[in-house]
């Protein structure tokens, strides 16, 4: 069984403040993914990695930024929190083609 | 720009019915296709993923796929209470990108 694991299911953070979203997986693949899903406008991708510290820019980059040391860890931090970053926060990984998520994190933005 | 179209529904069936979901897909070049399943305030999961023209069947799902009209579908047979909730039809390019473009889904209620 894939296993993606997101550190926090709910976050309340105040605008301004630098936010950590770690993703974590068990099954040493490469390719990992940053998404926000926002009622109305789906999924959209953020950031994405193909290996230890590759990154791209996925659809919607700004405010945005990745880090990726370890295979295993795909963090998504937030520099400069804003309200309009309120969301759902999903990471994926890839298996055989198939993206697999992790449960998601809850974030508001005060 | 490649895109996904969905109805956003709300598309509403009585129990045991067969609910259709429709999706359709710009980039002609697409390959490989994908049904996920997302209950209200969780992620996706996967139903299903399909690759070349036809049915492929897996229990009360259906997927369909017509890659000449740039065209998939799922069928639910049987339908129950507990398959409402949004389906989201995903779309693979070409080899070489692990990249999926989704719909934003259709919502699906069954009707006790």
């Known amino acids: 069984d894939v296993k993606v694991t997101q550190s926090s299911r709910y976050l309340v953070k105040r605008t301004g403040e630098k936010v950590f979203l770690e993703c974590v997986q068990d099954?040493?693949?490469?390719?990992m993914f940053w998404y926000r899903q926002d009622p109305g406008l789906g999924l959209r991708l953020i950031y994405f990695?193909?290996?230890?510290?590759?990154?791209e820019k996925g659809d919607i980059p700004e405010g945005y930024s990745v880090s990726r040391e370890k295979k295993e860890r795909f963090s998504l931090i937030l520099e400069s929190a804003s309200t309009n970053q309120t969301s759902m926060y999903l990471c994926?990984?890839?298996?055989?083609?198939?993206?697999?998520f992790g449960p998601g994190t809850r974030l508001l933005v005060l | 720009q490649k895109e996904v179209e969905q109805n956003s529904g709300p598309l509403s069936v009585p129990e045991g019915a067969i609910a259709s979901l429709n999706c359709t897909y710009s980039?002609?070049?697409?390959?490989?296709f994908f049904w996920y399943r997302q209950y209200s305030g969780k992620s996706p999961e996967l139903i299903m993923s399909?690759?070349?023209?036809g049915d492929k069947e897996d229990g009360r799902f259906t997927a369909q796929l017509n890659k000449a009209s740039q065209y998939v579908s799922l069928l639910i047979r049987d339908s129950q209470p507990s398959d409402s909730a949004t389906y989201l039809c995903?779309?693979?390019?070409?080899?070489?990108?692990?990249?999926?473009?989704f719909g934003k889904g259709t919502k699906l209620s069954v009707i006790p």
């Open positions: 995903a779309v693979k390019p070409g080899a070489g990108s692990y990249q999926l473009t």
């Open positions: 399909i690759y070349s023209n």
């Open positions: 994926a990984t890839v298996i055989e083609e198939v993206q697999y």
């Open positions: 990695s193909y290996d230890v510290k590759m990154k």
């Open positions: 980039d002609r070049g697409s390959q490989s």
């Open positions: 099954m040493d693949h490469e390719n």
